[in-house]
């Protein structure tokens, strides 16, 4: 810093301007004193977007009935009222319209609304900069940030939202193809824009996955779509139906083995009563936490190593229709799945050639004109391409979290520092607190966390 750059001061930042940032905000705004100054940093404007509502396309739906989308916990219908007095869904009643998964951009209009109303009830002054921050350090005065442009800001207290970021394609050879041949599955215009034609590779057969394959249609494309995995398997789909009886309390004193043997069973009995697989996962999400928590540190281990994928499809769900257009394709031979593990994409000529191992390790080869990156989120921060999380590990100031997934930090979600110390002043919301909790991505559980560290955070200034 130079004689030049003295910080600019604040109460409280909140790095990031995505649902958790947004949530953190309005929760802070609510609670304020008098004069409160309050500063969201935030480079991909407008707000509200981050990774998973940016989009535009009316395909993308939400993953979530729009039922269980409030962003706050004291209101659970609340996502419902704000849809309902949007006048968006004129053709659905209330019953209707809290069971239905309606697209992904409501919910950024819907953060946004929120926090307008927010600003105007607050007597807290909100400032929004289009502002990455790259750096922080903790010092008696405050924690430090350093922003990509500008000079640097003084906070008393700050909240790390900084949200998902996508794992780079595991592939040789990938930094050396042409622009426009390897392209981000959050990319949406991008992935639109591919010519209609082209026959296309997705790496990664998730959530993305399906969302690409949407856009796609949704754009006319009608060249063949080859969809390469480590397991190849596809997302599986919601389900209306009765809700299971059983009692998953007994789940959280048994082995990883246990479990899933007992889950099993439970999905076996239902079936027996036209209930539903779905509806017996359904009864352990509230659970997902404490799930985690109780299972030992070699069965946490075991799950990350060889049940995950599985969970990520049964837990992971996607709408019945869109789960339907993914089979309607596969059975026109237009969508083709590939197990295997990708080595490397060159090109050649034309086109982007993937060599790939399958099961046996056998070599096969995909030539297509483009492939797109939908490996899903990267849960290890220090591999996430974020300067500030890179500076964090690198100083100290943070350490990767359990089994060196997203970032450590106290069960109230307080940074902890490489050296054990607890910093109070910084409190994380979102994925990067995977490691301990396991459940920290969605809105569920987003918006508890959100509104824990508003309250924290603002009680500190
Ligand atoms: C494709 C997709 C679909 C999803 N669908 C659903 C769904 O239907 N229902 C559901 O409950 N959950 C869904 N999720 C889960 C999703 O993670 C959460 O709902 C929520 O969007 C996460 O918000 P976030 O703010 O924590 O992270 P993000 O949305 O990733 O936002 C983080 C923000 O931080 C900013 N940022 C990052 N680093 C910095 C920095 N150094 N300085 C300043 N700003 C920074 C980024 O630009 C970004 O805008 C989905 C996730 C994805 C990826």
Redesign the pocket.
């Known amino acids: 810093m130079t004689a030049f750059d003295q910080p600019q001061v604040c109460d409280l930042a909140i790095?990031?301007?995505?649902?958790?940032?947004?949530l953190t905000a309005i929760g802070a705004l609510h609670g304020a004193r008098d004069g409160l100054r309050l500063v969201i940093?935030?480079?991909?404007l407008p707000l509200g977007?981050?990774?998973?509502?940016a989009?535009r396309d009316p395909g993308?739906?939400?993953?979530?009935p729009a039922g269980k989308?409030s962003g706050f916990p004291d209101r659970p219908d609340d996502f419902l009222d704000y849809l309902l007095e949007s006048g968006a869904f004129p053709d659905s009643d209330r019953e209707a319209l809290a069971a239905r998964f309606v697209p992904?951009l409501h919910?950024a209009a819907y953060l946004r609304h929120r926090l307008q109303q927010a600003v105007a009830a607050s007597p807290a002054r909100l400032e929004v900069r289009g502002?990455?921050?790259?750096a922080m350090a903790a010092g008696e005065e405050g924690i430090t940030l350093q922003l990509a442009s500008g000079p640097p800001l003084r906070a008393a207290a700050v909240a790390v939202?900084?949200?998902?970021?996508l794992r780079p394609l595991p592939a040789r050879g990938v930094s050396s193809l042409p622009a426009g041949r390897c392209i981000d599955a959050?990319e949406v215009e991008a992935v639109r824009e591919i010519p209609a034609d082209a026959d296309v590779a997705i790496v990664g057969s998730g959530?993305?996955m399906a969302?690409c394959v949407v856009s796609l249609a949704a754009a006319g494309h009608r060249g063949q779509v080859h969809v390469l995995s480590r397991h190849a398997l596809l997302p599986l789909p919601h389900a209306a139906g009765p809700a299971a009886g059983y009692d998953p309390q007994p789940l959280l004193a048994m082995t990883l083995r246990q479990r899933v043997r007992t889950l099993r069973r439970h999905a076996a009995e239902a079936a027996r009563h036209g209930i539903p697989w779905q509806s017996v996962m359904d009864r352990i999400r509230p659970l997902g936490q404490a799930l985690w928590q109780s299972l030992s540190v070699q069965d946490q281990r075991r799950f990350l190593r060889h049940a995950v994928r599985y969970w990520d499809v049964h837990r992971h769900r996607i709408a019945v229709p869109v789960h339907a257009s993914l089979l309607a394709m596969r059975a026109q031979g237009r969508l083709h799945l590939h197990r295997g593990r990708l080595d490397s994409a060159v090109a050649e000529g034309a086109c982007v050639r993937l060599t790939a191992f399958d099961a046996r390790r056998r070599p096969f080869q995909l030539d297509v004109r483009c492939v797109i990156n939908a490996t899903g989120?990267e849960m290890r921060a220090q591999a996430m391409r974020?300067?500030?999380?890179q500076q964090m590990l690198g100083s100290g100031i943070a350490r990767p979290g359990p089994h060196g997934i997203g970032i450590d930090s106290t069960a109230d979600g307080e940074l902890v520092a490489a050296d054990g110390r607890v910093e109070p002043r910084v409190r994380i919301?979102?994925?990067l607190r995977i490691g301990g909790l396991w459940e920290s991505?969605?809105?569920?559980e987003?918006r508890g966390q959100a509104a824990q560290a508003a309250a924290a955070l603002a009680a500190r200034v």
């Open positions: 790095i990031g301007g995505g649902a958790s940032g947004l940093l935030e480079p991909r977007h981050g990774i998973a509502y989009t993308h739906l939400l993953n979530v989308m992904r919910y502002e990455r921050v790259t939202c900084t949200g998902n970021a959050w959530l993305s969302d989120v974020n300067p500030l999380l919301v979102g994925s991505l969605a809105i569920p987003l």
